[in-house]
């Protein structure tokens, strides 16, 4: 099984694997936050405790995914795209990363702020980060997690459309650079 970009148009597995994992729970939390939120009580408990365990995975996966990308740089883009494709989607990937790091991190910032830690799964407790307590600024810091959340769902959309573009429009099989067993370009 290849592990490195270098000779190949494919993402290297460890990258494949990432990239569909972080992307699966990435939904899954948004689900999570979206059900706990019209909920009170032990029921919304229920599911913002796992939207917080799970946040701060998708937090340590990227991490992990950063330094797997710095070790495994990713094959060339396809040379037929124009120029502003190539920047477009570029840009749309640096994005993704400052707000796979950033929605998590705000997340983690304002539950700290309201003086809590999180519950990791009933395995371990998550320490808070180092900030004083302040209600106000947790509340603040929530408007922000959610905003940034809406921009990195307009993002995802873009993404899917722009794969499916370059994948049935262009035909250059975009989706066999991250999906295995797909067609070698
Ligand atoms: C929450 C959902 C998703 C997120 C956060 C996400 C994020 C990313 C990121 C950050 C990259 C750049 C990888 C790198 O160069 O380091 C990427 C690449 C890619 N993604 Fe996604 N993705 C998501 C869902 C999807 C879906 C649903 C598809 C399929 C329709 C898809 C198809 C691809 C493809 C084909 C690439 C390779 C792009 C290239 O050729 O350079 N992604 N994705
Ligand atoms: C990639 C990871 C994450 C995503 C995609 C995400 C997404 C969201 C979304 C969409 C909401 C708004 C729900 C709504 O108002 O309808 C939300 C709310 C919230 N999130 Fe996250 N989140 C993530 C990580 C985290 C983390 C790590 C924490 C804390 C450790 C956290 C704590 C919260 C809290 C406390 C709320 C407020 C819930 C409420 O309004 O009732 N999130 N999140």
């Known amino acids: 099984m290849a592990t490195s970009n270098t000779s190949q148009a494919r993402y290297s597995m460890g990258a494949i694997i990432l990239h569909w994992v972080i992307a699966i729970a990435v939904i899954v939390n948004w689900r999570l936050a979206e059900t706990?939120?019209?909920?009170?009580?032990?029921?919304?408990?229920?599911?913002?405790?796992?939207?917080?365990?799970?946040g701060i995975t998708i937090l340590f996966l990227t991490v992990l995914r950063i330094i797997w990308r710095l070790m495994n740089p990713p094959p060339a883009m396809h040379s037929d795209y124009a120029k502003w494709e190539r920047m477009l989607a570029k840009t749309a990937h640096v994005l993704f990363?400052?707000?796979?790091?950033?929605?998590?991190?705000?997340?983690?910032?304002?539950?700290?702020?309201?003086?809590?830690?999180?519950d990791i799964f009933g395995l371990f407790e998550m320490?808070?980060?180092?900030?004083?307590?302040?209600?106000?600024?947790?509340?603040?810091?929530?408007?922000?997690?959610?905003t940034l959340w809406t921009g990195m769902s307009v993002l995802i959309v873009l993404h899917i459309l722009g794969a499916l573009k370059h994948q049935f429009y262009d035909k250059t099989n975009e989706l066999g650079r991250m999906i295995p067993g797909l067609g070698k370009r």
């Open 97 to 118: 990363y400052f707000l796979l790091i950033g929605i998590p991190l705000t997340g983690w910032l304002a539950v700290s702020s309201y003086g809590k830690t999180v």
């Open 127 to 146: 320490f808070a980060l180092p900030v004083a307590e302040n209600p106000s600024a947790g509340k603040s810091i929530l408007e922000v997690h959610e």
């Open 36 to 54: 706990g939120h019209h909920l009170e009580g032990a029921a919304a408990a229920a599911y913002m405790n796992p939207h917080k365990a799970l």
